[in-house]
């Protein structure tokens, strides 16, 4: 995920900084471990795994942004440490690097002098910075644990999904900035959260925070506003259909749903969102599916817009529910050697009566991709919306010693069954549809979607199914400088 002195190899050259969604209070994932600041025993495909914590690492396809983390596939694997300390037949090669350092410590008479740690980190910074690679990079003690407890199915803030649009429904202003022809709308609360609670609907524009104007301001300036901490209020100004209302929230922690599922089209049609790719939501998905299933509903909706993706054996795991047998993924190590991942036998819904649509956009990412790009490339499903995000290469996650944090560093490439490697390029959708000017609540990829089922739109959607409350794009500790843009205005999770 990051820079090296060598000249880089262009083949593991990476993408921009992951697609912009905007959280409004810190993602809370797997429960740390007392005395380590880690994860307790981490998950990986419904099987719990202890390891010591600083000799793991997670394995995955993974776009990290914001505060939260994108994972896009990944595993957990022991992490063969090596001895520590210089290998003798490498002190000729080190003696300038331990001479800078110690010429540092012992001479230099500048203010602040840095400690010892401070030197060691700059220097582990600056080998991942060398590789110049926006997926390979450090992190330091904090903002490491910080990473792992964003793979879980918690969040913390008030728990809105939120989009930047135009007053006017018919107006082609792209809007940058609250005001000037431009509003922050809410697309939908997230199911259970305390926005819900307060009864905040989709289409509320937010005015004002806690009285403050947001006019002028960018989406990251408003929601630095809602966030807060557990048990903290803020009180929002609601404009609701030209009545103003206030409403006050008490910000707290709250299950983010990873899956949520509805039926369409008078119960023909299962609608089944995604909104990550991991434990909880393979086992809220295969849920989801066997109710569909069991209730006889022939035609399915899988929606993976604004899915930044999760580990890839979960990826697998989804994909092979409509894919019997086969390939579902190929990974490539460094080496260029293939592993190629088939199917997990007995899937709930391969019988090809049961027809399937997958909406994605610029936001459906790595392991989302990967789920994506089987069921496409199998001709299990048709995509429907815009081109994918485009990131096709794996990091494994490795904690270092002695609270030292940890370092993303890429491993490996996945290309899709017809072994096409996807990064950068994304994957296209069967039928383009845009979103752009789409207002909050209604959504015409959905539509489209519908209508390549055979069915009609639906009148008048309750939220905009494509806006996720899953995790953001790439944390601010990642040097990976700008977000991919959206095709549309982004709903950002707050």
């Given amino acids: 995920m990051f820079p090296n002195s060598s000249t880089p190899n262009p083949e593991w050259s990476g993408e921009p900084a992951a697609p912009a969604e905007v959280h409004t209070g810190s993602e809370l994932r797997e429960p740390a471990d ?52 210089t290998p003798a037949d490498q002190e000729t090669r080190f003696g300038p690097f331990w001479d800078v350092y110690s010429l540092i410590q012992s001479k230099y008479a500048g203010s602040p002098r840095p400690s010892q740690d401070q030197l060691v980190q700059a220097a582990i910074n600056g080998m991942m910075q060398s590789l110049k690679d926006p997926w390979s990079y450090y992190q330091g003690p904090a903002d490491f644990a910080n990473s792992l407890l964003d793979v879980g199915g918690q969040a913390q803030g008030i728990g809105v999904v939120i989009q930047l649009q135009p007053v006017d429904p018919a107006s082609s202003t792209s809007c940058t900035k609250i005001g000037g022809g431009c509003e922050l709308a809410i697309s939908s609360p997230v199911p259970g ?56 929230i008490v910000r707290n922690v709250y299950d983010r749903p990873e899956v ?58 989804m994909a092979s529910q ?39 956009d610029g936001n459906t990412a790595s392991a989302a991709e990967i789920v994506a790009g089987a069921l ?49 390029q994304g994957l296209q959708p069967n039928i383009a549809v845009s979103s752009d000017g789409a207002r909050a609540g209604t959504d015409p990829v959905l539509d489209a979607g519908l209508k390549q089922l ?3 739109p639906e009148p008048t959607p309750s939220a905009s199914p494509g806006a996720t409350a899953g995790p953001s794009a790439a944390p601010s500790t990642n040097p990976s400088p700008t977000a991919a843009p959206s095709a549309a205005p982004s709903p950002s999770p707050s």
């Fill in 193 to 248: 959260s305390p926005a819900e609670a307060a009864g905040i609907q989709p289409g509320d524009v937010i005015a004002f925070v806690d009285g403050k104007s947001l006019d002028g301001m960018t989406v990251d300036q408003a929601t630095a506003l809602i966030k807060g901490p557990k048990g903290t209020p803020v009180t929002l100004g609601i404009d609701r259909n030209g009545t103003s209302i206030q409403v006050k």
């Fill in 454 to 456: 055979g069915f009609a």
């Fill in 34 to 85: 007392e005395g380590t600041g880690l994860p307790a025993p981490s998950r990986a495909g419904g099987r719990h795994r202890v390891v010591a914590p600083s000799r793991f690492s997670l394995i995955l396809v993974a776009i990290v942004a914001g505060s939260g983390l994108f994972v896009g596939g990944f595993t957990l694997g022991a992490h063969v440490a090596t001895t520590p300390g």
């Fill in 376 to 424: 496409q490339s199998r001709g299990r499903a048709e995509l429907i919306g815009s081109k994918t995000y485009g990131k096709g290469v794996v990091q494994e996650w490795l904690p270092l010693a002695n609270n030292f944090g940890g370092i993303h560093l890429t491993v490996a490439r996945w290309l899709t069954p017809d072994k096409v490697w996807i990064q950068g």
């Fill in 260 to 317: 949520v599922s509805r039926t369409l089209a008078n119960g023909a049609v299962a609608y089944i969102d995604i909104s990550g790719v991991n434990d909880p939501a393979w086992q809220q998905f295969h849920d989801a599916l066997a109710k569909a299933v069991a209730a006889g509903q022939k035609s399915i909706v899988l929606d993976l817009r604004g899915n930044l993706g999760g580990y890839v054996q979960d990826a697998v795991h």
């Fill in 322 to 360: 409509f894919i019997g047998s086969g390939t579902i993924v190929y990974q490539q190590n460094a080496g260029g050697s293939q592993e190629e991942i088939t199917a997990d036998p007995n899937g709930l819904a391969v019988d090809p009566s049961v027809h399937l649509v997958v909406l994605v």
